[in-house]
């Protein structure tokens, strides 16, 4: 309920009050003690009955205001559940019948040095600690943990709907508009290869978020981020040319999730 309106509501009822009780205080009181002259009675109500009324209404009103003021607590929403963007795993390679028949027929006194073949890493972009992303600190990162977002997806699902996003500024303190900044960069985790280094690379390309990217023309992108990081040297090498076309081609693929 407005302030405003529990103030309306009180005077008015502190007003009828006195009409029917003329000597409530603090009414009465207060006008002989400033000498409020008696005005002439209205549809038969004596005057000063209804200044004392007007005087008690507008005193205990302030009062009922400032209680409900200092103890009106409005309730919090609770963040609507967001869409969480899934990975699957690289598949593993299953043998061929052809090789399995080479190594049963193997004898075991043979023995066969093989080259150590490396497993391939999983996509965990989105897993990674909140600090990964640019702009955000160990004091913005002890916030956001605080607030339930731990790694890069948590800001993603949370902040990826402006009523999340102005929810967890505040718990933050922090922004909107650099809370989306940072949302903007977390979402640059969903394609492959990105990352950190080459997030500030494209935003100083003036490619700000996952859909600016994916409007871009590989050719002229590429020529760009090459005449930037020369000037400004931001990373120690501009990924290639195929690498920036698999990246536009991965940002038309993706669904858009975050709200301008």
Known sequence: MSKAVV?????????????????LPPGNMISSFVGIP?????????????????INGFVWGIIVFVIYALTYRPKKKALPPMLYPTYQPAPVPTPTPATTSITMSRKPQEKRRHPKVKKRRTY?????????????????????RNSGVKVVGDLLRAGSTRYGRR?????????????LKWVYRADFFRIRGIGTQYSALLESAGV??????????PKNLYAKLRAINRRKNLVRRVPPYRTIQGWIKSAKNLKRIVED
């Open 208 to 217: 700000s978020t996952v859909t600016d990217l994916s409007r871009r023309d």
């Open 38 to 54: 008696e005005p002439t009675s209205i549809l038969g109500i004596s005057g000063a009955v209804i200044v004392n009324g007007v």
């Open 7 to 23: 103030f309306a509501i009180a005077f008015l009822c502190l007003f009828a009050i006195t009409l029917v009780i003329p000597a």
């Open 124 to 144: 965990i972009a989105l897993d990674q600690d909140i600090e990964t992303i640019e702009g955000i600190g160990p004091t913005y990162g002890n916030k956001l």
């Open 167 to 179: 929810i967890l500024a505040r718990k933050v303190d922090v922004a909107p508009r650099t809370l």
